[in-house]
């Protein structure tokens, strides 16, 4: 799913969750979904809290991306109930969609554009005041400051996403839709968007993630639901999904490096060009001593 509609889902001024105020910001009971015989959703139930990161984990075809568009309203439910930041997703999806915010699987931005002029664009969308502070102000939050006139089609991956999801942000939304928000970024990418979906949590934003990558549920989730062929079959914290398998066995074993420890310490924690250049020059000049 590659849709932001920034219209659609705009955030001008968010009504407030009269009282669902202290309940869950997500709240999702009996969900189902067919296409035609296919049965996509067979009674999908979970909460998710207020200023949590949720990760929606399961394999292509589990039923993700349909139980997003049912919360964004975008898609209707055949049956069951759903609610988000206190409002009805079937009754009351103009609130919901004041309340929310949705980032696809694909970064969308205008390429030609540059990353200060996209933000600036959408918050004058949203008919916001300030739109040249916001944008600035997002641009830094993000770490994008200085690529900020930059034209679009000069960013990376990582880049690219980041400024998708700091343009989700305009309007401050209270609940986030992550849909797949890593696919197809490289390693460093990767990370670097981890580090942005924390920081929304601590913000205290509710973020739910769906993902297909079970280390990206792992670093970010405060929360983890897998969902195989349309159900939820297990929902719990990391440490109690754990507790699911028999105790480990201690075994004593030379630790390899991984093939993320071999990019990391090449390319460098910053991802600098230069600390990538030594390290490659210093495995060469290693290599040649031999």
């Known amino acids: 799913m590659t849709l932001r509609q920034p219209s659609i889902l705009a955030v ?13 910001a997500i709240h999702v009971q009996g969900l189902e979904k067919s296409y035609k015989e296919l049965r996509v959703l067979r009674g999908v139930d979970f909460d998710v809290a ?22 964004s309203t975008l898609l209707k439910a055949d049956a069951g109930t759903a609610s988000v930041n206190g409002f009805d997703v079937a009754t009351q999806p103009a609130d919901v969609r004041e309340s929310i915010s949705l980032t696809g699987q694909f970064a969308a931005v205008d390429e030609i554009l540059s990353g200060r002029e996209n933000l600036v664009l959408v918050a004058r969308l949203r008919h916001l005041k300030n739109p040249g502070t916001i944008a600035d102000d997002l641009l830094e939050r993000f770490s994008l400051t200085e690529a900020g006139a930059r034209k679009v089609s000069t960013y990376s991956g990582g880049m690219r996403r980041r400024l998708d999801i700091a343009m989700s942000l305009i309007g401050n939304p209270p609940v986030i839709f ?51 062929e349309g159900r939820i079959i297990v929902n719990g914290t990391l440490a109690k999904l754990k507790q699911l398998l028999p105790p480990a066995k201690v075994e004593y074993v030379e ?6 420890d071999v990019f990391l310490t090449l390319v460098g924690a910053g991802g600098k060009d230069g600390d990538a250049d030594k390290g490659s020059h210093d495995h060469k000049t290693t290599s040649n001593k031999k």
Do not use: C
Not at 12 to 24: C, R, V, Y
Not at 53 to 59: C, K, P, Q, R, T
Not at 255 to 260: A, H, V
């Open 50 to 71: 207020r200023g949590s990161i949720f990760a929606l984990l399961g394999s292509n075809g589990a039923g993700k991306t349909t139980v997003v568009k049912i919360l």
């Open 178 to 228: 992550l849909d797949e928000p890593t696919t197809g970024l490289d390693p460093q990418a990767r990370i670097e968007v981890w580090q942005a979906v924390k920081e929304l949590a601590e913000g205290g934003t509710t973020v739910l993630l769906t993902t297909q990558y079970l280390d990206e549920a792992e670093q970010l989730a405060d929360r983890i639901a897998i969902l195989h």
């Open 12 to 24: 001008m001024s968010i009504p407030p969750a009269t009282n669902q105020a202290q309940g869950p």
């Open 255 to 260: 630790k390899q490096p991984t093939l993320e």
